[in-house]
């Protein structure tokens, strides 16, 4: 699945220690990037305290919307994975309002 979607350049896994050198201002002390994907030019981050979206909008790219989210705040989540005929993966976060 992974090299499918990187050669339609659609979703992919990134690099943690790339995350880490580009966006460490978003992270507090002690904080470490655990996993990361890319989705068309959006990032999405997950660390060992809080998850973070990186929504670059735009024709130029140059308005970028930071999105944080605790753990602490997520009240429920569902995971969809994939089998071999449907290759699409969704993951839902749910919080208080």
Do not use: C, H
Not at 33 to 58: A, P, Y
Not at 64 to 69: A, D, G, K, N, V
Not at 78 to 95: M, N, Q, R
């Amino acid at each position: 699945m992974g090299l499918f979607n990187q050669s339609l350049e659609n979703a992919g896994e990134v690099f943690t220690e790339k995350l880490y050198e580009k966006y460490k201002r978003l992270l507090i002390e002690s904080e470490v990037v655990e996993l990361g994907f890319k989705l068309f030019r959006d990032i999405f981050m997950f660390t060992n305290k809080k998850s973070i979206l990186i929504d670059i909008q735009g024709l130029t790219g140059g308005k970028i919307e930071y999105i944080s989210m605790p753990y602490k705040s997520v009240s429920r989540f569902s995971l969809e994975t994939v089998d071999a005929f449907d290759l699409d993966v969704e993951l839902k976060i749910w919080i208080p309002s």
